[in-house]
């Protein structure tokens, strides 16, 4: 059974910093793509960033190249998405997405970022 779940949200202050986590079970992460969505209030849900299964690269959305970067941890089965220098309009629930068949989805962490 695919299960995601996601982990790491929180409050934090303009400029602050955090990790997120989403741990994998049911696959193995390293064969598929996976990805970071994030919906905020009243929006509809945008892709972040994205990491290939084999070869190619990275991708991130304009509004967080530079600051945020996604990973994978294969030992542990498990994918992050480390954000610095954090902005009130990142303020959304962010979900992971595993994208094989018809795409799998955790049940999403809420990060906000006010002062």
């Known amino acids: 059974q695919v299960q995601l779940v996601e982990s790491g949200g929180g409050s934090v202050q303009p400029g602050g910093s955090l990790r997120l986590s989403c741990a994998a079970s049911g696959f193995i992460i390293s064969r598929y793509a996976m990805s970071w969505y994030r919906q905020a209030p009243g929006k509809g849900r ?16 304009d509004s967080v190249k530079g600051r945020f970067t996604i990973s994978q941890d294969n030992a542990y089965n498990t994918v992050s998405l480390q954000m610095n220098s954090l902005k009130p309009e990142d303020t959304a629930v962010y979900y992971c997405k595993a994208k094989f068949g018809t795409g799998y989805w955790g049940q999403g962490t809420q990060v906000t970022v006010s002062s």
């Open 46 to 61: 945008e892709l972040v960033a994205d990491i290939p299964y084999v070869g190619g690269s990275t991708n991130y959305a």
